[in-house]
């Protein structure tokens, strides 16, 4: 359901964003025939390719990363190319959470479950082509207001679209580790934070840049406990914990009093992109040291 709301919410606001760009009804036309090209020529590649994949659902996530990153390359186009490069994506990321669906069902299910496992599938569909176009049209609003307004409201529904797919991942229960979880929340949030100060004169776009900062953050913090929690022995549990909370209580001091030092001569965003290389310092010290066990 979050899948299909995704790509229908995204797909109608592209055609705002591209007439926002001053594209006409013809190309408008073209880059929704896009969306459909790559797909018709790999679907048979990529269905072969899923019937001897051992693990669907890493597929299926797989899958919903390629439509998040489709849906961020529309939010952040500045003209009709990445539209299409966007576009293209976003097609084939929706073509392979389908056949890793259907795949998994086909695969999983017996003969006598099949028609209910396809009908709730179907239905899931059904009710995310519904809510999609729903949300986004509520998102861009009535046309009135000027160009640049219209075109962040444009921009805010494109970057929902992309986290509704996103939402997706928590519930895909096993597709990566523990510890490849919180290496994609230390980059994620290193990402998405590193971007409001370049584009504070759309706060709408800004404040979404936040909020999926926030949402990467948010998921990395379990994941850390339970990871402590299970790399010592029992009865060193609360011990490993409160060694934890000892190390965010030192970054909360130390990280703050090293940002100001660079706030001061370089200015506030060089404080925000300080906290984002430490972020993404951190998921590279997490793979090496992962890699090396």
Same mark, same amino acid.
């Given at each position: ?9 995204? *797909?109608?606001? +592209? ?40 693990? &669907?659902?890493?597929? $299926?996530?797989?899958? +919903? ?31 392979? %959470? ?16 099949? !028609?209910?496992? %396809?009908?709730? %599938?179907? $239905?899931?569909?059904? &009710? ?9 049209? $509520? ?15 444009? !921009?805010?529904?494109? =970057?929902?679209? +992309? ?11 096993? =597709?990566?580790? *523990? ?36 949402? %990467? &953050? ?5 994941? +850390? ?10 009865? =060193? ?6 060694? *934890? ?43 090496? $040291?992962?890699?090396?066990?």
């Amino acid at each position: 359901m979050l899948a299909q709301g995704s790509v229908n919410l995204l *797909r109608p606001v +592209t055609s705002y964003k591209l007439l926002a760009l001053g594209a006409d009804g013809l190309t408008v036309g073209l880059v929704t025939a896009v969306y459909a090209l790559v797909p018709l020529v790999a679907a048979l590649a990529l269905a072969r390719r899923a019937d001897r994949t051992r693990r &669907l659902l890493r597929a $299926a996530g797989a899958a +919903t990363v390629v439509l998040g990153t489709g849906g961020a390359l529309l939010a952040l186009a500045d003209g009709v190319l990445l539209v299409v490069a966007g576009t293209m994506v976003l097609g084939v990321g929706h073509l392979l %959470f389908t056949l890793a669906g259907q795949a998994a069902i086909a695969r999983y299910s017996r003969d006598s479950e099949l !028609d209910l496992g %396809f009908g709730w %599938f179907t $239905a899931s569909y059904s &009710l995310g082509q519904a809510l999609g176009p729903l949300l986004g049209g $509520a998102l861009v609003g009535p046309a009135a207001g000027s160009a640049g307004d219209r075109l962040a409201r444009v !921009d805010l529904a494109l =970057w929902v679209g +992309t986290g509704v797919a996103l939402l997706a991942l928590p519930l895909l229960t096993g =597709w990566l580790s *523990r510890t490849s979880w919180v290496l994609v929340s230390l980059v994620g949030a290193a990402l998405a934070l590193a971007l409001p100060p370049l584009v504070l004169d759309r706060s709408l776009l800004a404040a979404a840049c936040l909020a999926v900062g926030g949402l %990467f &953050l948010g998921l990395g913090q379990p994941l +850390t406990m339970t990871l402590i929690s299970t790399g010592v022995p029992t009865q =060193w549990r609360s011990q490993a914990l409160a060694v *934890r909370l000892v190390g965010n209580r030192v970054g909360q001091v130390a990280v703050p009093l090293l940002a100001g030092l660079v706030a001061a001569p370089l200015g506030p965003a060089a404080a925000i992109w300080l906290s984002c290389a430490l972020l993404g310092g951190s998921g590279a010290y997490l793979e090496l $040291a992962h890699r090396h066990r």
